[in-house]
């Protein structure tokens, strides 16, 4: 849930406030080149018909988006012109529920990514992948 801090057109989010609050982990490519995710758990919530109008839009049931609220290590700018930093927004796909589903994500992440290599060279790239907590 947000708040509008006074005098501000930036939202306040609140965690102590919001009851919806939810732990997921998302696979995350600090360093491109390498080609090795980590695996980041990160707090947030599901974006709702309230927060974003254009959520009665999405095409399936099972899909959602996810505003992340901590780490602000992963917050974007609000715009090119803006410097304020916001918490980003994932589609479901990029949220997993479950530290084993991101793994399982993170692997497909790696096969897709270095499709020449065997399954066991796929297996040591999995093994060098790092998982962040909270």
Do not use: C
Not at 13 to 28: E, G, Q
Not at 77 to 101: E, I, R
């Amino acid at each position: 849930m947000s708040m509008m801090i006074p005098g501000s057109d930036t939202p306040k989010h609140s965690t102590a406030l919001d009851s919806n609050m939810d732990k997921r982990f998302i696979v995350h490519f600090r360093n491109k080149e390498e080609g090795i995710p980590i695996i980041m758990e990160v707090e947030g919530y599901e974006l709702t018909s309230i927060d974003d109008p254009s959520i009665m839009w999405i095409a399936k049931e099972d899909e959602f988006r996810f505003r992340i609220i901590k780490p602000t290590s992963l917050y974007e700018p609000k715009d090119s012109k803006d410097k304020t930093l916001v918490p980003p927004v994932y589609y479901s796909h990029s949220v997993m529920v479950s530290l084993s589903a991101a793994k399982a994500k993170a692997y497909q992440v790696i096969k897709g990514t270095f499709k020449e290599f065997s399954h066991e060279r796929v297996m040591e790239k999995l093994r060098q992948v790092s998982e962040v907590y909270l």
